[in-house]
Each structure stands twice: as C-alpha cells, then as structure tokens.
C-alpha cells in the first residue's frame, strides 16, 4: 500500500458499505479510480458484500413442542416462586409487628424446649440377661423359700416344674 | 432522565409488536404466540448463521423465547421489538457460546450432524443431481463460513447483520448493544480481514 492511500484505508469499508459522510465520498472516489490497490481492495469489498445468503433452515418438527414444554416448566417454576414469596412476605409482615414479635419469641423458646426434649440422651439399654431375669420376676416372687440358695441353683428345673403344673391347671 | 425515557418508550409505541409485548405483560398469553411464531424463524437462522449447528441453534432460540417470557414483568419498549430480541440473542451467541458444553461441542465439533443444508451433498432429494453450479455454490458457502468462524465473534456476528442481513451501522450498533462508531470500527476490520482470508482461497480479488 503507497502512503498516499493510508488516508483513505480507513475510509474504503464505510465507503463500499454505503455509510461514509458525504464530503468524503468523492474524495476516496477519486483516490479509488486513480490507484489500482484501493481499487482492487474495493472491488473485493463489493464481492464480500455480494455474497450469497446462506440457505435457510426450518425450525424442527419438535422444536414448538420442546419449547412449550421448557415454557411450561417455567411457568411452573413462576407460580412456586410466587407461593413462596406470598408466604414470606406474610411471615414479614406477621414477624416485624411488636405482637408478632413477643409471639415469635414465645414461639422460638417452644421451639427450644421441644428441641432439647427431643435431643435427650437415650436411657442405655439394659443387658439381655438381666431383661431375661425380669420377666420371670412374678416367678420368683412365688418361690416359697427364697432363703434357700439350693433352690436357685436348681431354678430352671423348678421353672419346669412350675410351667407343667400350670399346663395341667390350664 | 425520567422524561427522556418516556419520550424514547412512546415514540416506540407505535410498533405493532411492542403493541403486542406490551399485550403479554398485561396477561394476554395469546400475543406472546403471536412474537414466538413470526420471530422463531428469523431468530432461528440469525443464529445459526453465527454458531453452525442447528440443534444448538433451536436450543438458543427457545432460550431467547424464554428469557423474552420470564422479562415479560419489567419490559419496557425502549426501543423497537426486533432490536430489542436480536439484542437479548445476541447477547445469548456470545455468553451461552463461550462457556459450558456448548463452547465444547462448537469447538470440537465435526460435520454437522443435524444439519443438511450446509453439507456437500450431491444428491437432491428432488432431481437427484446437483448441478455443477448448485455445487459450487455449496462449496463456496462452506468456505465463506469457515472464513467467518476464524474472525473473532462479535465480528462475526457484525459481518452477519452487515452482509447477510444488510443493516446499517445504526442498526448494528442497537441489536449488538454498542455505538455507530464502534460498529464502524468493528465491521471495518472484519472485512478486511474476511476478504484476505476469502482472498486467500480464490474467492474474491
């Protein structure tokens, strides 16, 4: 590119483009017919401008359907959106009024209260032998002589003893 | 301040699909049919002009029709509807483009899948013969987009609107969201840079 064309360079792309003032038209005009390098960057710019449009497409088959479906969805997102925010601003409303206030407080120590209940530690669980021993309480409560040793030592045969006579009763 | 948006909303009033927008925010479901039908066409092609892939094309779409739906509530016409959804497009190509999967699947994309208008098929559907010049323009269409697809993308996208869709810089200029002499900068370096680039192939002097 010669120096005298660096004025213009700028200009060549508003000039084919239709979009340069028109005190500057006829200048580059001018230049454009007189040197063949501008002349042949325009005449390339005018084939830029001249190319073909690409085909069109058609939207899909599906594309209405996938997209009432996505804009339903929305819609449903909306309205959870707007059920919540009716709730909140009811809370906000409810929770900044000094009534509300001392009845949220009441509220929160409940709250609280339950909570701690609720989080107590458990009773440990008793052994299983000893959950054993406790049912046949009522067992040995009817033992007659309870001083004698003997007669735990032999407690099962007793136990027997007691669960036959019970199913001759019975 | 005030005033002068006011000047700028009624001025837009008169266009009937502002008229139609503003219909929606009032509740009337039907008008937003109406825009989601004569624009999803355009729409569709601006930008799958710009992305090359027609299901990611469709999937945007629906994305601007969406965000047209959820902004419904604080539209203002501030400008004309079709400025205002080519904006919100825009601004789709160029965020939704450039992170996530779809930046993955452009970039390492092959041959579009889903697409047959763009490839080399010398077979028509209808005469089962592709002229020699049906073929050579498909050629042609492939490497102009592929000249276009090395340019970086808010020149791309202003190449697009410039040559394909013949807007003025002003016009440029509102659907990309930035001024006339941006554009004009914009546009200037991009076809220099696609002519050296088509120029390079044998497609222009």
Request: one cysteine or more; a negative charge; glycine letters at 6%.
């Amino acid at each position: 590119m010669k120096i005298s064309c660096m004025k213009y360079e700028h200009d060549l792309v508003a000039y084919v483009d239709g979009e340069l003032p028109a005190d500057r038209v006829a200048r580059v005009e001018r230049h454009v017919q007189a040197c063949s390098s501008c002349s042949a960057v325009v005449a390339g710019l005018r084939q830029v401008n001249a190319l073909p449009q690409p085909p069109l497409i058609e939207p899909s088959a599906e594309f209405d359907r996938m997209f009432w479906t996505k804009l339903a969805h929305v819609r449903q997102a909306q309205q959870e959106h707007r059920g919540l925010e009716r709730w909140r601003s009811v809370a906000k409303a409810f929770f900044t009024r000094p009534a509300g206030l001392s009845l949220s407080a009441g509220l929160a120590l409940g709250v609280f209260v339950v909570t701690l209940y609720l989080l107590r530690p458990p009773h440990a669980a008793l052994p299983q032998q000893e959950v054993m021993v406790a049912a046949d309480l009522d067992l040995y409560a009817n033992l007659d002589v309870i001083e004698n040793s003997e007669a735990l030592e032999h407690f099962e045969l007793i136990q027997m003893l007691d669960e036959l006579e019970q199913d001759e009763q019975g | 301040m005030g005033a002068v948006l006011e000047n700028i909303e009624k001025q837009h009033h008169n266009d009937p699909n502002v008229q139609l927008m503003l219909r929606f925010q009032g509740g009337e479901e039907g008008a937003f049919r109406k825009l989601f039908e004569e624009y999803r066409g355009p729409l569709l092609n601006f930008i799958y002009r710009y992305c090359q892939d027609r299901r990611i094309a469709e999937e945007l779409t629906q994305e601007v029709f969406l965000r047209v739906y959820k902004s419904s509530g604080s539209y203002r016409p501030e400008a004309m509807f079709s400025t205002w959804i080519y904006r919100i497009a825009t601004n789709i190509c160029l965020n939704e483009l450039r992170t996530g999967r779809y930046k993955y699947e452009i970039e390492f994309k092959g041959p579009d899948e889903h697409d047959d208008s763009m490839q080399y098929d010398p077979v028509d559907e209808r005469t089962k013969v592709k002229t020699d010049e049906q073929m050579a323009a498909a050629e042609q269409q492939r490497q102009v987009q592929g000249a276009l697809e090395k340019l970086p993308k808010k020149q791309r996208l202003a190449l697009i609107l410039s040559i394909y869709d013949q807007l003025s810089y002003r016009e440029i200029g509102q659907r990309l969201g930035c001024s006339e002499a941006a554009v004009k900068s914009i546009i200037h370096r991009s076809k220099l840079a696609l002519r050296d680039i088509l120029k390079k192939g044998g497609l222009v002097n």
